[in-house]
């Protein structure tokens, strides 16, 4: 598994040290002007585009025989699967670390950037549940279809993760009254929801990858 | 006789191109070199995959050290290292960062080993692998299949891409591993001199089925191909063919017993035969 992880990492290290730069520098412009939309922006570009990133550095791994020859070496399917998992985990943690770090400097420097202070939980909600969502949908179709079709699984997965946390929102706006108590209940169903559908993923594209041939 | 590596009665169908892999039997000792041919599609990248469970077989055995492997059995896994045709690693890794990921997941990596080969086949450990040519590649492949102390190698192509000076100094790698009696190489390649250089035995497979296997020194002492006219031919005893090819002014016939068909047949030119021809023989000749 550590070397598996090792290898997910290297995987994505190139991209994300880009992305990593380019948040950089347009953290420093989000905490330097007050804006709510682009501080809201950011906080989902960030949770969201860490986890984006994670799932094309496996497309990389493909190009070259690697996804093949790993089958070969001493892991079982369960674990490679577990490791893109698990990474894609710590990718959204350093997304959502990210987006943490830029609220609470314009939070410093300019006072709350909201209309209320819970709004920040439902902001977070929403990143992780989209993030999570999209990642429960890549892998099962990744392997699935195959992973000359990737570009097309990660924005199917991309505009269904928005969709359904959108979704969600709708019918908890439609039933629920506004009020505090909704948001919070709303950012637990959207981690919820968002959780169970990650974690039902993972034996499902398990079960895809067991009986894929190489 | 001991086999590190036996199949039974393998099948594989892919049911889009036809291709069937039909019935496959062979084995490998310990100790030995087997040298996989056939031409291409023939289904040996197919029986590599059978056999490493990269490619679900329909049926049969496959037995590595004595054992069927499953996915969960890793530790059969531990002792084969392998070489595929190509781009083995992402690009996007280095060398180091490959022996850091292989650390990480052989028990027995031996960092040290895995050093020396690259200073040996003059390897850069810092540049990415996506700038390596197509030998360097192969020779990194090499390294990295030898250096968790593999018993069993299995190479599909591995010589392919390299210049005759280094597949020379990876044969004579090959050769060393396999002084070990417990070492075995499964080597499939086009490169047939590469096999005549350092196999044992010789399997062939053509559309999927196993024509025959044979050991080298059979090859070399015994089998050779008689030239003879057609009148020769039609006088032969279809017990000694194994199989004939019409050309313009002879036909060539492939024997398995070289100096006894010289003894019955006195008229008739009989030449050593080499893998290269034996294959044209098995694959485009006919059989009585």
Known sequence: MKGLMKNNFFAVYANAKAFFIFMCILGIFVVAVISQPLLIGYALLSMVGFSVNAITGIKREYVSKWGKYKLTLPVQRTAIIKSYFISQLLWLLVGTLYAGIVISLSWALHGCPFDKSIDIVSIFALGICVSNFTSALFFPLFYLGGEEKSDVFLIISLLCGIGAAMGIISVLNFYLPPGITTILVGAAVLLLCSLLVFALSYPLTVGIYRKRDY | ?288
């Open chain 2, 1 to 288: 006789m001991d086999h590190i590596l036996e199949l039974q009665q393998i099948c594989k169908t892919f049911p889009k191109s036809n291709f069937v892999l039909d019935k496959l039997s062979f084995s490998l000792p310990y100790g030995a070199i087997l040298g996989f041919v056939g031409e291409n599609g023939a289904g040996k990248t197919t029986t590599i995959g059978c056999i490493l469970n990269t490619v679900s077989k329909d049926s049969g055995v496959v037995k590595l050290f004595g054992k069927e492997m499953q996915d969960a059995d890793t530790d059969i896994r531990e002792k084969i290292g392998v070489v595929y045709d190509g781009d083995n690693f992402p690009g996007f890794l280095t060398a180091k960062q490959l022996s850091q990921v292989m650390e990480g997941i052989y028990k027995q990596w031996d960092n040290g080993l895995f050093q020396k080969y690259l200073e040996d086949f003059h390897l850069p450990v810092r540049q990415k692998i996506k700038n390596y040519s197509r030998g360097m590649t192969m020779k990194l492949a090499i390294a990295a299949a030898l250096s968790h102390h593999p018993q069993l190698l299995i190479l599909d192509e591995a010589t392919s891409g390299l210049d005759p000076i280094m597949r020379d100094e990876i044969l004579d790698v090959f050769l060393e591993f396999v002084q070990d009696e417990s070492h075995s190489i499964l080597l499939s390649s086009h490169i047939t001199s590469d096999l005549e250089k350092i196999a044992d035995y010789i399997t062939f497979i053509h559309n999927g089925k196993l024509i025959m296997t044979v050991s080298k020194n059979d090859l070399v002492y015994h089998y050779a191909v008689m030239r003879c006219k057609k009148s020769q031919f039609l006088a032969l005893d279809p017990a000694d063919i194994i199989a004939y090819r019409k050309r313009d002014y002879q036909i060539d016939v492939l024997v398995a017993h070289g100096k006894e068909a010289q003894r019955k047949y006195k008229d008739t030119v009989v030449d050593h035969v080499s893998i290269d021809e034996i294959m044209l023989l098995l694959v485009k000749g006919e059989r009585v």
